[in-house]
Nanobody, 125 residues
Framework: VQLQASGGGLVQAGGSLRLSCAASGRPFARYAVGWFRQAPGKEREFVSAISRSGGSTNYADSVKGRFTISRDNAKNTLYQQMNSLKPEDTAVYYC???????????????????WGQGTQVTVSS
């Protein structure tokens, strides 16, 4: 599956953005999918994940209550609504897809088999 992330940009602290990730090549509904981010000089970190049906989600503690992951399997698209953005949310955001069932390690990058290119999110103070 090929993944294409979009929707990043520059926003002031407290603002909102919605990221999208368009999938192609294979049936999107086969994959659990998630978002990761990487800030300059830092390791890539887990942000959120959603199961194949959308019935299960998982979030990093740092974004709980502010970010919402969702998917539209009919449109082959993953979303992440980001509200109450903070300067520390500044990073390149990546979408990723994991083969198979919902996994206990879904928060680890090693659980994912396919990665999209990143989209830059910059939050100014």
């Amino acid at each position: 599956v090929q993944l294409q992330a979009s929707g990043g940009g520059l926003v002031q602290a407290g603002g909102s953005l919605r990221l999208s990730c368009a999938a192609s090549g294979r049936p999107f509904a086969r994959y659990a999918v998630g978002w990761f981010r990487q800030a300059p000089g830092k390791e890539r970190e887990f942000v959120s994940a959603i199961s194949r049906s959308g019935g299960s989600t998982n979030y990093a503690d740092s974004v709980k209550g502010r970010f919402t992951i969702s998917r539209d399997n009919a449109k082959n698209t993953l979303y992440q609504q980001m509200n109450s953005l903070k300067p520390e949310d500044t990073a390149v955001y990546y979408c990723a897809a994991s083969n198979g069932i919902w996994r206990n390690d879904i928060g680890r990058a090693t659980a994912y088999d396919y990665w999209g290119q990143g989209t830059q999110v910059t939050v100014s103070s």
